[in-house]
C-alpha cells in the first residue's frame, strides 16, 4: 500500500467509526526497556529516569459497528509524535469476532479474542485517606467518605481469558474487580466535567498489517479520577489485606515474563473513568511501508 493511502472497512462501513460507552482509563510507571522491546525503531520513547507511562483501557462499548462488545487494551509506553505523544498498544482483548478482524487487518492493532465474563460481589468498604476524601469533597471519586466497620458496597469482578488458538503457546488471563456506584447514588453524583479530546495513535507492524498506520481517536466524554486499580498475580492476590480489597485489583496467571503480564503488573499512579463516552475513530494513513524499513514485525 502506498505511503498516505488510508484503509477502509466494508464490514464497520465507511470511518470515521462511532463507539459509544463507558471506560476506564489507568496509568501505570512501565520500565523503558520492556516497552522498548515492543516499540518500532521509528519512534522515540517518551522516558525519564528509566520510566515511561503504560497501563490499560478497559472499555464497555453499547454501542459500535460491531454491536455491543468489550475491549482491554494494555499499553506499553508512549511515544513521542511531536508537539505531543501518544500511547502504543502491545495486545487487545476484544469479545467479538468481528471487532477482533477489523483491528487485526484495517487499523492494525494486536487484537486477541476474548472472553470477559462479569460477577457482582459485595465487600467491605474502604475508608477514605485524606487524598481521596478531598477529591470526594468535589466529586472526583467513586468513595462517600469514611465508612464505618460493618459498611459494604458492590464490586463488580470481570475475568477477561484470551481464547487460546492452536498457534498460540500461552494464553493470558485477568482479572479485575471495580467498586460500584449505587443508582441511587449515581443520580445526584457529580459524573466529572464533560471534555473533548484528540489523541493520535499509531499501529500496525504485525503478521496481519506490516506496515506503520497513523489514525485520529476523538473522545468526548464525563471524566472523574477514581481508585488506581491494585495488580497482582493470584497467589498474591489471595493475601492482600482487608483495606486493599475495597480498591480494583487485577491479577494475571499466564505469560508472566511477556510484555502485557509486566504492563499490567507495573505500579499504577491514576485512574479516570470516562462515563457517557462517544469515540470517534478515523481510518488510519499508511505512514511507513514495512518494504522501506528494515523493522521487524512486533514479537510482543
Known amino acids: 500500500m502506498e505511503i498516505g493511502k488510508t484503509r477502509n472497512s466494508s464490514g464497520y462501513g465507511k470511518p470515521p467509526w462511532i463507539f459509544k460507552g463507558s471506560a476506564l482509563y489507568q496509568l501505570h510507571l512501565v520500565k523503558a526497556e520492556t516497552a522498548r522491546a515492543c516499540i518500532p525503531k521509528?519512534?522515540?520513547?517518551?522516558?525519564?529516569f528509566g520510566y515511561t507511562l503504560g497501563g490499560f483501557f478497559l472499555a464497555n462499548y453499547e454501542?459500535?459497528?460491531?454491536g455491543v462488545f468489550d475491549e482491554l487494551v494494555v499499553l506499553a509506553g508512549l511515544v513521542w509524535n511531536p508537539p505531543t505523544s501518544c500511547a502504543w498498544a502491545t495486545k487487545?482483548?476484544?469479545?467479538?469476532n468481528e471487532a477482533c478482524e477489523h483491528g487485526r487487518k484495517e487499523v492494525g492493532l494486536p487484537s486477541h479474542v476474548a472472553s470477559f465474563s462479569k460477577r457482582i460481589t459485595a465487600i467491605p468498604k474502604q475508608k477514605s485517606n485524606k487524598?481521596?476524601?478531598?477529591?470526594n469533597m468535589i466529586g472526583m471519586t467513586t468513595t462517600t467518605g469514611t465508612a464505618s466497620s460493618n459498611s459494604i458496597e458492590d464490586c463488580m469482578d470481570v475475568q477477561v481469558t484470551e481464547v487460546k488458538s492452536p498457534c498460540v503457546e500461552d494464553s493470558c488471563s485477568f482479572n479485575l474487580t471495580t467498586t460500584l456506584v449505587p443508582a441511587a447514588l449515581s443520580l445526584g453524583k457529580w459524573m466529572g466535567p464533560t471534555i473533548k479530546m484528540s489523541l493520535p495513535s499509531f499501529s500496525g507492524r504485525t503478521e496481519y498489517t506490516p506496515d506503520l498506520f497513523k489514525y485520529s481517536c476523538k473522545i468526548q466524554c464525563r471524566v472523574r479520577a477514581v481508585h488506581p486499580t491494585k495488580v497482582s498475580r493470584n497467589s498474591e492476590l489471595e493475601q492482600c489485606s482487608e483495606q486493599d480489597k475495597?480498591?480494583?485489583s487485577i491479577s494475571t496467571t499466564t505469560m508472566d515474563h511477556s510484555t502485557s503480564a509486566a504492563v499490567m503488573l507495573s505500579k499504577p499512579i491514576f485512574a479516570l473513568k470516562f462515563s457517557c463516552m462517544t469515540?470517534?475513530?478515523e481510518a488510519p494513513v499508511v505512514i511507513s511501508n514495512c518494504s522501506s524499513?528494515?523493522?521487524p514485525l512486533r514479537t510482543c
Open 42 to 48: 521509528e519512534f522515540k520513547l517518551v522516558e525519564a
Open 63 to 66: 454501542d459500535s459497528p460491531a
Open 92 to 96: 487487545v482483548f476484544v469479545n467479538s
Open 131 to 135: 487524598t481521596i476524601g478531598f477529591l
Open 246 to 248: 475495597c480498591s480494583s
Open 279 to 281: 469515540m470517534e475513530v
Open 293 to 295: 524499513s528494515n523493522n
